[in-house]
């Protein structure tokens, strides 16, 4: 049965940082990427970086780019997200997920992705 579920999230103060772990179970971090998503309320859900089995990273806002970053575990079935300098406009529900492919994608489509963890929230005050 193929099982991601996140964890890591919390409450933490702006320019602080946190990182959140993606455990998969079903299947293996050697052929599968795993991308970051995360939902800030009434916003759509977001695609924020992917890494592949190489532990190649691919980060999809300009935003994120020198912020977070992205690395797996694969022999602890583990995927990662750093967050640093964290600010209020980080505030949101973070998603791990997969679409089978062995590289990570240009652009995030949700549709091409077929497994979802349930989300960590975190929220960042001031």
């Known amino acids: 049965q193929v099982e991601l579920v996140e964890s890591g999230g919390g409450l933490v103060q702006s320019g602080g940082s946190l990182r959140l772990s993606c455990v998969v179970s079903?299947?293996?971090?050697?052929?599968?990427?795993i991308t970051w998503f995360r939902q800030a309320p009434g916003k759509e859900r977001e695609g924020v970086a992917c890494?592949?089995?190489?532990?190649?990273?691919?980060v999809y806002t300009d935003s994120y780019r020198g912020r977070f970053t992205a690395s797996s575990d694969k022999t602890q079935s583990t995927a990662f997200l750093q967050m640093n300098n964290l600010n209020s406009d980080d505030t949101a529900v973070y998603y791990c997920?997969?679409?089978?492919?062995?590289?990570?994608?240009?652009?995030?489509?949700?549709?091409?992705?077929?497994?979802w963890g349930q989300g960590t929230q975190v929220t960042v005050y001031s």
């Open positions: 997920a997969t679409n089978w492919d062995n590289k990570c994608p240009r652009a995030t489509q949700e549709r091409d992705y077929t497994n």
């Open positions: 079903g299947f293996t971090l050697d052929f599968s990427t």
């Open positions: 890494v592949d089995r190489t532990n190649t990273v691919t």
